[in-house]
């Protein structure tokens, strides 16, 4: 029931044309808070609240690590402009990560303006269901009695599958029975340097690309253990959703991927893969364990406890009612 309006601004290509609707919108809607969104909305919608002589601006920050090679110079041009335009433009900053904050510091922003509003997710949609879990290895005729791991996300070097192919060639070596499926866009039979890079490694027979998905809930049941093997995060939705499904992870440390995880998986440097292969296998060999039910209880119970979309919701009625009050 919330209208949505659409200023047909295309991706790279600023428009002053739209811009200037923007304003006019504001001064029209006279909205009490401003939210923006990522760094492009950040910088546009920030100015046009200011063209519009509008001071309650919350920024949101969405990213971790700004590297050269992997973020897009333009990205990385408008986050340090950003980060001049902070002291002046929000009257907040909502930042999705603790390592955001920090990074984001060392850039220049306000700290002082910065406040960490973790993701929340709708534990209804994301569940343990070990119904769903033994249809979809049914669908993909994946024996139910071989131990089954999974990663879900973009073919990206951020996301660093190399880094998790390079990992499963390591656990193949000690002969440890697994299959393993990646879902994600431009994860799939098309992707010819990931297919040769999987035959490279040997892993054809282990190793199942899905291409993109629109039943995460239902690989995230699917799955004995979801590996995040990423070089770089702020804070990656996945971990929460397959915890949020009971699944136990293992991931590296990039973004707040550790926080995430507290203590109910495994946490390994970024760009080790003997480290993750490591942690695979000790999570492999506790699938049979007393241990491993009470651990998949304590992923799911950890997302309830602290990243429900109540939650979150809650932080930003907050944050917004305290900038409107004080205005």
């Known amino acids: 029931g919330i209208t949505v309006v659409t200023l047909q601004m295309a991706p790279g290509q600023p428009s002053p044309t739209a811009f200037f609707r923007l304003v006019r919108l504001l001064r029209r809607h006279k909205p009490d808070v401003i939210q923006t969104w990522m760094y492009h909305g950040d910088l546009v919608g920030g100015l046009a609240a200011r063209v519009a002589r509008m001071n309650n601006v919350v920024w949101g920050i969405r990213h971790t690590t700004l590297e050269p090679g992997k973020s897009k110079r333009t990205t990385i041009w408008i986050a340090k402009l950003l980060a001049k335009l902070s002291w002046w433009v929000p009257s ?9 904050i920090e990074v984001h510091e060392e850039l220049g922003y306000c700290r002082e303006k910065m406040r960490f509003i973790p993701n929340g997710y709708d534990l209804s949609d994301f569940q343990p269901d070990r119904e769903q879990g033994i249809a979809i290895r049914s669908t993909l005729q994946l024996d139910p009695t071989i131990p089954l791991i999974g990663a879900v996300g973009r073919f990206d070097p951020q996301k660093d599958h190399e880094n998790l192919l390079n990992a499963l060639a390591k656990v193949c070596a000690r002969e440890i029975r697994f299959k393993c499926i990646l879902a994600g866009t431009g994860v799939d039979g098309a992707n010819t340097a990931l297919v040769k890079m999987i035959a490279k490694l040997k892993l054809t027979d282990i190793v199942r690309l ?26 990656p939705n996945v971990v929460a959703e397959a915890m949020s499904c009971g699944t136990p992870c293992v991931v590296t440390d990039v973004g707040d991927a550790a926080y995430i995880v ?22 492999l060999n506790e699938l049979d364990s007393p241990s491993w039910k ?34």
């Open 92 to 100: 907040r900053i909502a930042v999705c990560a603790q390592r955001a």
């Open 294 to 327: 009470p651990r998949c209880h304590a992923a799911r119970t950890r997302i309830e406890k602290h990243f429900s979309i109540e939650r979150m919701a809650g932080a930003y009625r907050e944050l917004w009612s305290g900038i409107r009050e004080r205005s």
């Open 262 to 283: 507290g203590d109910t998986g495994w946490v390994v440097p970024a760009k080790d893969s003997l480290a993750l292969a490591e942690a695979i296998i000790k999570a």
């Open 210 to 235: 899905l291409g993109r998905r629109n039943d995460i809930p239902k690989i995230m049941n699917a799955l004995d253990v979801y590996v995040l093997p990423s070089s770089s995060e702020a804070f």
